[in-house]
């Protein structure tokens, strides 16, 4: 008897989930709300071009900037965004997206400054914005990258906020992407970003690879000279691409060897979420005052030349030492191998290009050699190679792989 | 005797890891685990050692088998778009084979040397059907199975296939809380109830089907590095029916611990002291719901059959802290089984009676994970009600369990674990007893989803040869645990 209420139960509670999941009840979207609450300024991250323009934090509070900025201002903002910031100016009243108020705290709070930047520069001539009507003009042909800083400094003081407008000043700047952060990272990565996160000791035990401490400006994959931060653009691609092993047990017949998952399912919009709290963990990304990526030139053909020139090249760079004659990660001194954290690590096999943790098209391999990999052995050749004999080793290196097939695919 | 056993024991590993090599005709390329297929990842991404789960490996679990805040667009249709029908059915499948190769048991009577052929061999399908929906299955081929045959009302030995341990769908019901006006947040194309920078509910997820509601309690019972031992039955000469003659060492804390009960009347199927109830079943149709919340709190509620009466339970984790490589959480668990046993007759013990039991389970359980260190436990005690008057006398009502393990991965590809259970046993009087049984394990990883382990139990307690729970001093296994 007291299994048919059960059984009822199951069978209610199934039914009814089924007709409400065929029903596909529309969601809410992601500050979806806060989207009109603001009357459609809600801050969505900015593109590639203008993730890395960090305003310098001297600028926000010097008066000599914030005077500058005030004149702009008057001639230029003023008549949309009012005399006193608050988006009333006479001809914002009637365009379809209202002007931004900057007396709004907590709205200036959540807008990063590569956000603010960006509209600035480009106005409403760029989605999401168009879409909705805006007539804001794109500033950056008339007025410099210095002006519009000082613009912002200006604007920045309607809201009353003391001190630099930075991520560690305004949390709530990068909420979104410390939940997902919470969610898909914290593990490996630790509550801080200091690389610490319970599963790290068990991955790779007392070994190298260890997840990325990000507080330190010690980045392995980046298109960024050595020594350097990487930029947006190369986090989002380890984001998206994940990070293959290269050493350590591997699991019979598994074909990618992912330490780190490939978050290529996630929007677009969510992964650089996540990058600009990953960058605020660290203030040298605001810190830089200049950003160069190495140059990658389109690959040149393959020739038997430029492979015979690449297998010299990579005895007389000394690959081998570590890499073996054969590129089996075997040469002599493999077993020595140490990374910054004095944790051994494994020459990586050159005869497995699918474990190529920073990637095995030529273009990646190019990068590499070039920038070398921060906190490894494995140096940047850029002040020793040219762009032409980079290649024929990267070529020569992609040679050596078990995978022939493949490699003559890849190098097509 | 202990060189001899230790010969015994090195040539028995030797062939019997040959032969099992030769007669699966293992090739690298073939051998792929689901989940690790699936997402390109390797075993020690989600696993501290498979099949122990990390804390990245639970929150995947949590998230319905999927890369936290990026599931796949689509799911299964995004799938099939994107790497064609046949790689996506083959990315699903995934194989395990776990038991022993070679077994060694002592008594004072008596000592066994045995070859022991795996116990079990598991087929999975699993994956994301949608975003929001998931599919769990296990078929299951046990060639030894030990089972009680209600058509003849003994214990007997068969091979035995079918649905496995757990066979269920997973629902992100955001989406529907959404619809009735919850909060929610767009998480890497799940729907999750809450607002960014306040209150946020990872899920809730609905998990019904074949369940076992273990894996989010910090205790989590499945993915055992010791597995369970096997029931074993014996036939004396001229008998036609088996008699229990061991009773396999699990963690005490999740067992019946009750002596004398019976599952159901008409076939009057007992229900072992070592059996696993509520948590750590076979799986029993029920529906779980659980949820992360404020990725602090883990809540969970669900109902659960159990023979022929059900469970209501409730379960809250608490993630105390994570700091720098040290993680610690505590759970408890409150749980009513209404009518789940059958208490013997009053007047004949070795019948069913008429009566059938609730019994009132309630535990804490805590983990700590620091660097290679994984340490958890549960203290579980359980209590019967509704026991018929002319028991009494004769019946302890309360029982309860204890077990206490460590792992320690002293080297990438060794796990080391140890292992207390504590039974303090209830049920008829004159058949209750008590047990102790530690257990040391050496597992070895020659890859990350191939592991061979030499495994043995004590028993502490003073050996009992009426008692199948004390009838042995030690037993010793050699096994394998496979995945792929």
């Known amino acids: 008897m007291r299994t048919k209420p059960f059984a009822c139960l199951t069978i209610a509670v199934g039914v009814l989930l089924l007709g409400l999941w065929i029903a596909q009840p529309p969601a809410t979207r992601a500050n979806g709300e806060k989207d009109d609450e603001k009357g459609g300024h809600a801050h969505v991250p900015a593109p590639f071009e203008y993730a890395d323009a960090h305003m310098p934090l001297s600028l926000w509070t010097d008066q000599a900037t914030i005077a500058r900025g005030k004149e702009i201002y008057a001639v230029r903002c003023a008549v949309c965004h009012g005399d006193t910031g608050d988006g009333k100016g006479p001809a914002g009243v009637a365009l379809p997206l209202k002007p931004s108020d900057f007396r709004d705290k907590a709205g200036v709070a959540e807008m990063r400054d590569n956000y603010w930047i960006w509209r600035v520069s480009e106005g409403g001539q760029v989605e999401p914005f168009k879409g909705k009507g805006s007539a804001m003009p794109p500033w950056k042909g008339e007025l410099s990258v210095q002006d519009r800083w000082a613009v912002m400094a200006y604007q920045h003081t309607f809201s009353g906020h003391q001190g630099p407008h930075v991520p560690w000043e305004h949390p709530e700047s990068v909420i979104v992407g410390r939940d997902i952060y919470a969610m898909a990272c914290v593990a490996c990565h630790g509550v801080e970003g200091r690389g610490d996160g319970s599963v790290g000791p068990t991955l790779s035990p007392r070994r190298a690879p260890q997840p990325r401490d990000f507080t330190t400006g010690e980045f392995k994959f980046r298109s960024t000279p ?22 350590g047990a591997m699991t019979i017949g598994l074909r990618g060897h992912r330490i780190m998952p490939s978050f290529r399912h996630m929007p677009e919009e969510q992964r650089l979420e996540v990058i600009e709290y990953v960058k605020s963990l660290n203030r040298a990304f605001w810190e830089r005052q200049e950003i160069k990526t190495v140059n990658v030139p389109a690959p040149p053909p393959v020739t038997a030349e430029r492979l015979a020139r690449g297998k010299q090249l990579y005895a007389d ?82 040679s050596l792989s078990n995978n022939r097939r493949r490699t003559a695919e890849t190098m097509r | 005797m202990v060189i001899r056993a230790l010969a015994a024991i090195a040539v028995a590993v030797s062939i019997a890891a040959v032969t099992v090599w030769a007669s699966v005709g293992v090739r690298p390329a073939e051998a792929i685990p689901a989940f690790a297929r699936q997402y390109d990842m390797q075993c020690n991404a989600c696993h501290t050692r498979p099949p122990r789960l990390n804390r990245f490996g639970e929150q995947f679990h949590m998230m319905g088998f999927q890369i936290p805040s990026a599931a796949r667009p689509q799911g299964i249709v995004g799938s099939i778009k994107e790497d064609g029908p046949l790689k996506t059915l083959i990315d699903s499948l995934a194989l ?76 992100s019901m955001g989406r529907l809380l959404g619809a009735i006006g919850a909060p929610t947040m767009e998480m890497g194309g799940q729907t999750m109830v809450g607002r960014h920078g306040g209150f946020t509910m990872h899920g809730p997820m609905l998990m019904a089907g074949k369940i076992d509601p273990n894996t989010n309690f910090s205790y989590a019972t499945n993915r055992q590095m010791l597995e369970a031992t096997e029931l074993e039955v014996e036939k004396e000469p001229g008998e036609q029916h088996g008699e229990v003659h061991r009773l396999p060492v699990v963690p005490y804390a999740f067992a019946s611990k009750f002596f004398g009960l019976f599952k159901n009347r008409n076939e009057g199927e007992p229900q072992l002291v070592t059996d696993q109830v509520m948590y750590n079943t076979t799986g029993a149709p029920g529906a779980d719901f659980h949820a992360m919340i404020n990725d602090v709190v883990l809540a969970q509620v669900g109902f659960l059959r159990e023979n022929k009466g059900f469970n209501a339970y409730g379960a809250l984790r608490y993630d105390l802290l994570d700091r720098g490589e040290l993680t610690f959480n ?28 609730d019994r009132l389970r309630y535990g804490i359980a805590a983990n700590l994970k620091w660097k290679a260190l994984d340490v958890y436990g549960a203290f579980i005690v359980d209590r019967l009600y509704g026991l018929p008057g002319e028991l009494r006398s004769d019946f302890d009502v309360s029982a309860a369990g204890l077990t206490l393990e460590v792992d320690y991965l002293i080297h990438e590809q060794v796990m080391l674990s140890g292992r207390v259970d504590q039974l303090w046993a209830g049920g008829l009087k004159d058949q209750k007893m008590d047990a102790t049984v530690v257990s040391f394990q050496a597992k070895y990883y020659p890859w990350q989803n191939i592991a061979f382990f030499v495994r043995d139990s004590v028993n502490l307690r003073k050996f009992h040869e009426d008692n199948p729970l004390r009838s042995w001093k030690n037993q010793l296994f050699v096994g394998i645990d496979w995945d792929f």
């Open chain 1, 226 to 247: 050595s020594g350097q931060l990487p930029t947006t653009a190369d986090l989002f691609r380890t984001v998206t691409e994940g990070v293959r092993s290269s050493g």
């Open chain 2, 96 to 171: 395990r084979i776990v038991g022993g190769l070679f077994e060694y048991s002592e008594s004072p009577r008596e000592t066994e040397v045995k070859f022991e052929p795996p116990h079990e061999v598991e087929l999975f399908i699993a994956g994301p059907i949608t975003p929001d929906l998931s599919l769990y299955v296990e078929l299951e081929y046990e060639p030894k199975a030990v089972k009680f045959s209600r058509d003849r009302g003994y214990f007997e030995t068969e091979h035995e296939f079918g649905l496995g341990k757990e066979a269920f769908f997973m629902l």
């Open chain 1, 317 to 398: 760079a000394g690959c081998l030492a570590c890499h073996g004659e054969r590129g089996r990660g075997d040469g002599p001194s493999a077993p020595t191998l140490k990374d910054s954290r004095e944790l051994p690590i494994a020459a990586t096999d050159l005869t497995k290009p699918d474990r190529f943790k920073n990637g095995a098209r030529p273009e990646d391999i190019y990068r590499t050699l070039v920038t070398g990999l921060a906190g490894t052995p494995m140096p940047s050749y850029a002040d020793s190679l040219e762009p032409d004999q980079a290649w024929d080793l990267a070529y020569y290196t992609l």
């Open chain 2, 330 to 357: 505590v759970s408890a668990l409150l749980n009513w089984g209404f009518g789940v046993v059958r208490s013997p007759d009053p007047e004949e013990h070795e019948r069913p009676g008429g009566t059938r039991l």
